[in-house]
């Protein structure tokens, strides 16, 4: 049971250049989301989802997508890369439906990203 | 809105002294749920403690021990006889009910244990 897992765990972009970071949660729970965390700034709820083909803005949407065409993964996408996303990424995820209100978001260990 | 307060940016303290960690909420829901998480070193986020608004006893785990006061909108934190590895950064969080269970994490603080 790997729990969160996200790839890539490091990445360096120049501005302009898109990329797509992968979330996968093998505990079969109905929600994900992606936030940011910047010095200082705490964790930014970007995007989420509350069930396969479902996704929602966040506190920061602007200049990432996402798609969750599969129960178990969960895609940001950036389509053209600013310095001002040089950020850590967390994705996370929880039982959603089947838990109740306020579940536990369980998350994965963080992609670091630089853009350039 | 729902707001989250931490307002002790960091915090330095020997090792085996006590230390409190502040955290105020906002909210005008009356079923909320309140998350501490702890961030090491290494980055990754761990998942200490929930609790929901209804369940205002204090909560004990071993050397961590949580205060959950409604009347002052605080859930503190408290570790007791700190170790060096207790080092970490530690989020605060606010969940309300019927909100998809999106959460609003405090700035945290850094807490740093000196040998």
């Known amino acids: 049971n790997a729990g969160v897992t996200q790839t890539p765990k490091f990445r360096v972009l120049k501005t302009g250049q898109s990329m797509t970071l992968l979330c996968a949660q093998d505990m079969n729970h109905e929600y994900m989301y992606w936030y940011r965390q910047d010095p200082g700034m705490g964790l930014r709820l970007i995007h989420y989802s509350v069930g396969e083909g479902t996704t929602a803005k966040g506190e920061v949407p602007d200049g990432y997508n996402v798609s969750r065409l599969k129960k178990q993964n969960f895609l940001l996408g950036l389509e053209s890369a600013a310095p001002s996303q040089t950020s850590v990424y967390f994705c996370?995820?929880?039982?959603?439906?089947?838990?109740?209100?306020?579940?536990?978001?369980?998350f994965g260990p963080g992609t670091r990203l630089t853009v350039l | 809105a729902q707001k989250v307060t931490q307002a002790q940016t960091e915090i330095s303290v020997v090792e085996k002294e006590d230390v409190t960690l502040d955290c105020v909420y906002e909210?005008?829901?009356?079923?909320?749920?309140l998350f501490w998480y702890k961030q090491p070193p290494s980055g990754e986020l761990v998942f200490l403690i929930r609790?929901?608004?209804?369940?205002?006893q204090n909560e004990i785990s071993g050397r961590y021990s949580w205060n959950f006061q409604k009347s002052t909108s605080s859930f503190n934190f408290t570790i007791t006889a700190s170790q060096v590895v207790d080092s970490a950064v530690y989020f605060c969080?606010?969940?309300?009910?019927?909100?998809?269970?999106?959460?609003?994490f405090g700035k945290g603080t850094r807490l740093h244990i000196l040998p």
């Open positions: 996370a995820s929880s039982e959603g439906l089947a838990g109740g209100p306020g579940d536990t978001q369980y």
């Open positions: 969080a606010l969940s309300e009910a019927n909100r998809d269970d999106k959460i609003i």
């Open positions: 909210t005008r829901d009356t079923t909320y749920y």
């Open positions: 609790r929901n608004s209804f369940d205002e």
